[in-house]
């Protein structure tokens, strides 16, 4: 009963050690891209290590270039360019190009709701 009873505080334990350790290495995860001057609106891969960029600077915005060896800029842009989408939105590391959490789920509870 006694080792039952210690098996069990033990798995609950690690379970418990397991959560915190996840949690304090998840919290950088969800911090906004950018800083409080700057930040990246929208990116576009074009190859393996190639891309464009719209970067907000202040009030500035800046079409860039991004290769593995160096960035360049390409123009800068009014406000009346950039997409209202992308003014709005909040990046995320390792989220660009996927719809956002609240459109995903607007579109399959709006399918489900024309089956009902």
Same mark, same amino acid.
């Given at each position: 009963? !006694?080792?039952?009873?210690?098996?069990? &505080? $033990?798995?609950?334990? !690690?379970?418990? $050690?397991? @959560?915190?350790?996840?949690?304090?290495?998840?919290?950088?995860?969800? +911090?906004?891209?950018?800083?409080?001057?700057? /930040? +990246?609106?929208?990116? $576009?891969?074009?190859? /393996?290590? #190639?891309?464009?960029? &719209?970067?907000?600077?202040?009030?500035?915005? @800046?079409?860039?270039?991004?290769?593995?060896? /160096?960035?360049? $800029?390409?123009?800068?842009?009014? *406000?009346?360019?950039?997409?209202?989408?992308?003014?709005?939105?909040?990046? @995320?590391?390792?989220?660009?190009?996927? *719809?956002?959490?609240? #459109? &995903?789920?607007? #579109?399959?509870?709006?399918?489900?709701?024309?089956?009902?």
């Amino acid at each position: 009963m !006694i080792s039952l009873i210690s098996a069990l &505080i $033990l798995t609950v334990l !690690i379970l418990y $050690l397991s @959560y915190i350790f996840t949690k304090s290495l998840g919290k950088g995860i969800g +911090m906004k891209r950018g800083g409080t001057c700057m /930040q +990246m609106l929208d990116r $576009l891969p074009l190859g /393996q290590d #190639k891309s464009v960029a &719209i970067v907000r600077t202040g009030s500035h915005y @800046y079409l860039i270039g991004i290769a593995s060896s /160096q960035i360049t $800029l390409l123009a800068e842009l009014a *406000e009346e360019d950039i997409p209202r989408e992308a003014l709005e939105g909040t990046t @995320y590391p390792g989220a660009e190009g996927y *719809e956002s959490f609240k #459109k &995903i789920l607007k #579109k399959y509870t709006d399918r489900n709701r024309d089956d009902v």
